[in-house]
Nanobody, 123 residues
């Protein structure tokens, strides 16, 4: 089993910055992609940014140029630097990790989620 623990959320004024971090621990045979998703009140969870084990990145159009995702493969951590924050960035941010597991005699890939951390941007 894999556990994801997030930190770094909080309240910030528009234009400010926050940095989110997430650490994966447990029975980890390998971590494929890691990423951040968010869910605003009354809306569905949406992708913010992802990063592969080879450090290829993908961003939602709404955060390009403002957010930067990074990871430390040796420590199984992923971070999200958020700059120029806007009120519409408000929501619960969830860390995601796609990890390799052994099930029976087969390798499988499973998704794991953190508990979420609140980000609130005031106008």
């Amino acid at each position: 089993q894999v556990q994801l623990v997030e930190s770094g959320g909080g309240l910030v004024q528009a234009g400010g910055s926050l940095r989110l971090s997430c650490a994966a621990s447990g029975s980890i045979f390998g971590v494929n992609s890691m990423g951040w998703y968010r869910q605003a009140p009354g809306k569905e969870r949406e992708l913010v940014a992802t990063i592969t084990s080879g450090e290829s990145t993908n961003y939602a159009d709404s955060v390009k140029g403002r957010f930067t995702i990074s990871r430390d493969n040796a420590k199984n951590t992923v971070s999200l630097q958020m700059n120029s924050l806007k009120p519409e960035d408000t929501g619960v941010y969830y860390c995601n990790a796609n990890c390799r597991n052994i099930r029976g005699l087969s390798w499988v890939n499973d998704d794991y989620w953190g508990q979420g951390t609140q980000v609130t941007v005031s106008s």
